[in-house]
């Protein structure tokens, strides 16, 4: 079954510093998604993409973030400057349209550790 | 605005024995969708079931079935047969209608019950 792979599992980062965690969605998908979850916590919504642009973005989706998908198959997410409070679990999800039939797959996530 | 609730941080269910885990949702759209996901502690994030606004009838998966209940706004998910296996985070979730260009597919997410299954 196709899969939504994720890299790396775990960064351990610097306050301040800046990361970029790695998403390979479903190759016929076409919307892409970012999801955090704090530890504990609900996951929430980050941001969609689709037609190379962000079609959708939460408050928490602020300046210090930004998506793209590069090459046509990576799909990037990019904290500038990492916080404390940027620590938490991102999972990308893609989906192949906004029909009903079509389901959500998500990666298994990149644990974030800010220190 | 969407919300969805889940007002059971933790149950416990004893194995072989059905549980249910509430979810109550608000939405002002006419059209959505509600998702059930299992984080187990390795915490990936795994499909189990899928009720759309206007299926008629309940979903089922194997052991798993929505108890969709439209005027009350619940979508419980009942687990029969529980499995030691089953212990993990479960979620509710919503997709909003996509009228207008406006939603994009985001899921909205409850909080979140862990599921204990004791043998």
């Known amino acids: 079954e196709p899969e939504v792979t994720q890299t790396p599992s775990h960064q351990v980062t610097q306050m301040g510093q800046e990361v970029i965690l790695r998403c390979v969605p479903i190759?016929?998908?076409?919307?892409f998604y970012w999801y955090r979850q704090i530890l504990g916590q609900k996951v929430e919504f980050l941001v969609s993409?689709?037609?190379?642009?962000?079609?959708?973005k939460s408050e928490i989706f602020d300046d210090q973030f930004s998506v793209e998908r590069p090459d046509g198959s990576n799909f990037t997410l990019k904290i500038r400057s990492t916080k404390l409070e940027d620590s938490a679990m991102y999972f990308c999800?893609?989906?192949?349209?906004?029909?009903?039939?079509?389901?959500?797959?998500f990666g298994s996530g990149t644990r974030l550790t800010v220190v | 605005a969407q919300k969805i609730t889940q007002t059971q941080p933790g149950m416990f269910v004893q194995e072989k024995e059905a549980v249910t885990l509430d979810c109550t949702y608000d939405?002002?759209?006419?059209?959505?969708?509600l998702f059930w996901y299992k984080q187990p502690s390795s915490g990936e994030m795994i499909f189990l079931i899928y009720?759309?606004?206007?299926?008629?009838q309940n979903a089922t998966e194997g052991r798993y079935s929505l108890n969709f209940q439209k005027a009350r706004k619940s979508a419980n998910l009942v687990i029969s047969a529980s499995q030691l296996g089953d212990s993990a985070m479960y979620f509710c979730?919503?997709?909003?209608?996509?009228?207008?260009?406006?939603?994009?597919?985001?899921?909205?997410f409850g909080q979140g019950t862990i599921l204990t299954v004791h043998p």
């Open positions: 979730a919503m997709r909003g209608n996509y009228a207008g260009g406006t939603s994009y597919g985001k899921l909205t």
């Open positions: 009720q759309g606004s206007y299926d008629e």
């Open positions: 993409f689709y037609n190379n642009e962000i079609s959708e």
């Open positions: 999800a893609s989906r192949a349209g906004l029909r009903r039939g079509n389901g959500y797959t």
């Open positions: 939405t002002s759209d006419q059209s959505y969708g």
């Open positions: 190759s016929n998908h076409l919307y």
